[in-house]
């Protein structure tokens, strides 16, 4: 199974909103909101920052939001700081019973 | 606080085996599965295989089948990863990372997600 698509890099100015997508497909994101986002800081295991497509774990800035629609999971950043450089990567459980990743955005503060 | 501490780096040579253990504490044991996810060097997030700590059920990556081996040891709340039959691209850092879980009316669920994670464990693959 291939893995979720998402652009190599998105880049905004402290202050700024950003949008990464992850698409998937019907037997994947399509079918379940089993969609999650990680950030991950370079030399440093992924940190969950989404789970459940919208849900946010305590903790986390509520300038991070997530949303679903069809076979497209997306994560918004507003308010861009500089400690949001990193990669970012989306995940969903599939059909197969088995989980996939996106490849990974670095998200680059001008 | 959950934690995930994994074992130290190793260095082996192709056709070998690896044995990578993550030990948890913070939570009951069994009551969370269980993922194991690798990085090669500069690329993205491959997901490996699952354990069910309660009954040691197990799922694993099509591409990983025959290869790989989960096994838990509830005496110490441990998982360990075996890849067999090493190759030069299995080298990469191989995580850890606990699926959460919620229960409604006795029945309990995944979330689906990965959090926390452990360190990560890097192996290196050479002659």
């Known amino acids: 199974q291939s893995a979720l698509t998402q652009p190599a890099s998105v880049s905004g100015s402290p202050g700024q909103s950003i949008t990464i997508s992850c698409i998937g497909s019907?037997?994947?994101?399509?079918?379940?909101?089993?969609v999650s986002w990680y950030q991950q800081h370079p030399n440093t295991p992924p940190k969950l920052i989404f789970y459940?497509?919208?849900r946010r774990p305590s903790g986390i800035s509520d300038r991070f939001s997530g949303s679903k629609s069809g076979n497209t999971a997306s994560l918004i950043i507003s308010g861009l700081q500089p400690d949001d450089e990193a990669i970012y990567y989306c995940?969903?459980?599939?059909?197969?019973?088995?989980?996939?990743f996106g490849g990974g955005t670095k998200v680059t503060v001008l | 606080q959950v934690l995930l501490a994994q074992s130290g780096a190793e260095v082996k040579k192709p056709g070998a085996s690896v044995k990578v253990s993550c030990k948890t504490s913070?939570?009951?044991?069994?009551?969370?599965?269980i993922h194991w996810v690798r990085q090669a060097p500069g690329q993205g997030l491959e997901w490996m295989g699952i354990?069910?700590?309660?009954?040691?059920?197990?799922g694993y990556a099509q591409k990983f089948q025959g290869r790989l081996s989960l096994t838990t040891d509830t005496s110490t709340s441990t998982v360990f990863m075996e890849l067999s039959g090493l190759r030069f691209d299995d080298t990469a850092i191989y995580f850890c990372?606990?699926?959460?879980?919620?229960?409604?009316?006795?029945?309990?669920?995944?979330?689906?997600?990965?959090?926390?994670w452990g360190q990560g464990t890097l192996v290196v693959v050479s002659s």
């Open positions: 913070g939570y009951t044991f069994v009551n969370n599965y």
């Open positions: 995940s969903s459980y599939t059909a197969n019973s088995t989980w996939i």
């Open positions: 019907n037997s994947d994101i399509g079918t379940y909101d089993h």
């Open positions: 354990i069910n700590p309660r009954g040691g059920g197990t």
């Open positions: 990372a606990r699926d959460g879980r919620y229960c409604i009316g006795g029945n309990c669920f995944l979330y689906n997600n990965f959090d926390p």
């Open positions: 459940e497509a919208t």
